[in-house]
């Protein structure tokens, strides 16, 4: 079945530190990737997605077929990066959400 | 941008009465409209898609009597919650698409239920 994994509930990094948000999804065909975040008190977001290839507030995605995975990175956190992010699979007309990912950006 | 609208974002009710939620798309018309469930610290759970003027399809497990979806209009969708229960409590995003993007969703700021 299509899947989704975030593996990490949490992640905690202090300001200027990389992030990495992981995820991996199972999917046989092409897949059509997206990341979504969530501020606190606020609407769920497009972030990125995978076909334009784009960079939105600093965050970049790569899809990587061989490994299956779509990992969100950024070089240098910011505090206004904590959020909830969410990984999503394109598929048959819908979206499936993986479990998030909260991000901390201390201080 | 495509805004999403839903009403009531908050609404308590009595256990046995039905409660009725909106979603709107206020700039774009939305062809489909999706419904998620979201219980606390938890990810979204799609509940059923629905194309305007068409009736929904519900994911497995999803009760289609208790939760009825209305997409009567191509800027209007609607989920009554009937004969709620307490364990029907639970945050409700709506959310649609059609028109800007082809797979792009725009989500709605949901609404939470609390059933006493």
């Known amino acids: 079945a299509q899947r989704v994994t975030q593996p990490e509930k949490l992640l905690s990094v202090f300001k200027g530190a990389p992030v990495e948000l992981k995820c991996n999804y199972s999917?046989?065909?092409?897949?059509?990737l997206f990341w979504y975040v969530q501020y606190s008190r606020q609407r769920l977001q497009l972030l990125l997605r995978h076909i334009s290839r784009e960079s939105i507030k600093g965050f970049t995605a790569d899809l990587n077929k061989g490994e299956t995975s779509f990992h969100l990175k950024k070089p240098f956190a910011q505090e206004e990066d904590s959020a909830m992010y969410y990984c999503?699979?394109?598929?048959?007309?819908?979206?499936?959400f993986g479990t998030g990912t909260r991000l901390q950006v201390f201080p | 941008g495509a805004v999403v609208s839903q009403h009531p974002s908050r609404v308590i009710c009595k256990s046995g009465t039905s409660v009725k939620i909106e979603c709107r798309s206020l700039?774009?018309?939305?062809?489909?409209m999706f419904w998620y469930r979201q219980f606390p610290k938890q990810s979204l759970m799609l509940m059923a898609t629905?194309?305007?003027?068409?009736?929904?399809?519900?994911e497995q497990g999803v009760e289609k009597d208790k939760f009825l979806i209305n997409h009567a209009s191509l800027t209007l969708s609607t989920l009554t919650v009937t004969s709620a229960h307490p364990e029907d409590s639970s945050f409700y995003i709506c959310?649609?698409?059609?028109?800007?993007?082809?797979?792009?969703?725009?989500f709605g700021p949901g609404t939470r239920l609390t059933v006493l």
């Open positions: 959310s649609a698409r059609g028109g800007l993007g082809v797979n792009e969703q725009f």
């Open positions: 629905s194309n305007e003027g068409s009736k929904a399809t519900y």
């Open positions: 700039d774009f018309q939305a062809t489909t």
């Open positions: 999917y046989s065909g092409s897949p059509e």
């Open positions: 999503a699979l394109y598929y048959t007309d819908k979206l499936i």
